[in-house]
């Protein structure tokens, strides 16, 4: 799979940041979900830092949703960084 999206993991204490850069898409959600699965336990407390992200479709924005919920239900916290500037693809109206 060819991915123009990269995950910068860091610990700070109890905390591991995520900073996502690059296109986060259909095609890389994958990779951001394997990572994520990889550190969500109960007990963790996970910030997904998407200041460096480029570009994010619905399926991007469906992950993190899914990531959200998960959290709530297996306990783990998880919060997400951004600017706010950030434009979200939308598909075009048929």
């Known amino acids: 799979m060819n991915s123009n ?3 910068v993991h860091t610990t700070e ?16 959600c994958p990779l951001l979900a394997d990572c994520l699965a990889g550190h969500c336990r ?3 407390r996970i910030v997904l830092d ?7 479709d619905g399926a991007g924005m469906e992950l993190i949703h899914g990531a ?5 239900l297996e306990g ?3 919060a997400v960084m951004t600017t706010g500037e950030r434009y979200i693809a ?3 109206a048929a």
């Open 42 to 44: 109960p007990g963790a």
């Open 68 to 72: 959200y919920v998960r959290s709530a």
């Open 13 to 28: 204490g109890d905390i591991t940041t995520l900073a996502v850069a690059g296109e986060l898409d259909g095609a890389s």
């Open 76 to 78: 783990w916290t998880f």
């Open 5 to 7: 999206l990269r995950i």
């Open 90 to 92: 939308r598909r075009a």
């Open 50 to 56: 998407l200041r460096p992200l480029s570009f994010m």
